[in-house]
């Protein structure tokens, strides 16, 4: 069965780069079977989505966050990871990683990671 | 962009029918999905392409789609259905996520 394990620092500093790392397990991120996508969840508040990369390398990002998203993939490592910039305290979150099924316009989260917690503080 | 809104809150009685609404424009003409989130857990798909469960989802658990409202129905709501709910659609670029109900089984 498909497996998401997310790793990476639970603090990290304003004005500083947040990153992360997902580890899968179950299925080859080359098999193009899924896209592998990021959300991120505050404390109390709901799902944001921040995007998502397919095995060829393309990637779709949250517009809300574009500017400052990258996301990359390790096939040899059976990874993918996400670096958000300059983050502020807003960026506090529990971040999620998934994967993404699409078939024709039907687009869901199949599988999610346990998400690990960043704070973003000084 | 394109939105989902969702009630905050509903409450039912045990053994009774839930129903959480989620609405959009046009979203009839959309896949809808629907993901339960207990407290301190991982966002679980509960209904994908309106309609379908997978594996392992109750049979309690429905969903529907027309119009501009997706609507999951949960039939027989037992205590261990409480829990936060989120609907979810594809706009055709990007993923879009409703605000979520929190679902009371008083």
């Known amino acids: 069965q498909v497996q998401l394990q997310e790793s990476g620092p639970g603090l990290v500093k304003p004005s500083e780069t947040l990153s992360l790392t997902c580890t899968v397990s179950g299925v080859s991120l080359s098999s193009g079977s899924y896209y592998w996508s990021w959300i991120r969840q505050p404390a109390g508040k709901g799902l944001e989505w921040i995007g998502y990369?397919?095995?060829?390398?393309?990637?779709n990002y949250n517009p809300s966050l574009k500017s400052r998203v990258t996301i990359s993939l390790d096939t040899s490592k059976n990874q993918f990871s996400l670096k958000l910039s300059s983050v502020t305290a807003a960026d506090t979150a529990v971040y999620y990683c998934?994967?993404?099924?699409?078939?024709?316009?039907?687009?869901?989260?199949?599988?999610w990671g346990q998400g690990t917690p960043v704070t973003v503080s000084s | 962009s394109y939105e989902l809104t969702q009630p905050p809150s509903v409450s039912v009685s045990p053994g009774q029918t839930a129903s959480i609404t989620c609405s959009g424009d046009k979203l009839g003409d959309k896949y809808a999905c629907w993901y339960q989130q207990k407290p301190g857990q991982s966002p679980v798909l509960v209904i994908y392409q309106d309609t379908k469960r997978p594996s392992g989802i109750p049979e309690r658990f429905s969903g529907s789609n027309s119009g501009n409202t997706a609507t999951l129905t949960i039939g027989g709501t037992q205590a261990m259905d409480e829990a936060d709910y989120y609907c979810?659609?594809?706009?055709?670029?990007?993923?879009?996520f409703g605000g979520g109900t929190k679902l009371t089984v008083l």
């Open positions: 998934a994967s993404l099924f699409s078939y024709s316009t039907s687009w869901y989260l199949a599988h």
């Open positions: 990369i397919y095995y060829s390398g393309s990637t």
């Open positions: 979810q659609a594809w706009d055709g670029s990007t993923v879009v």
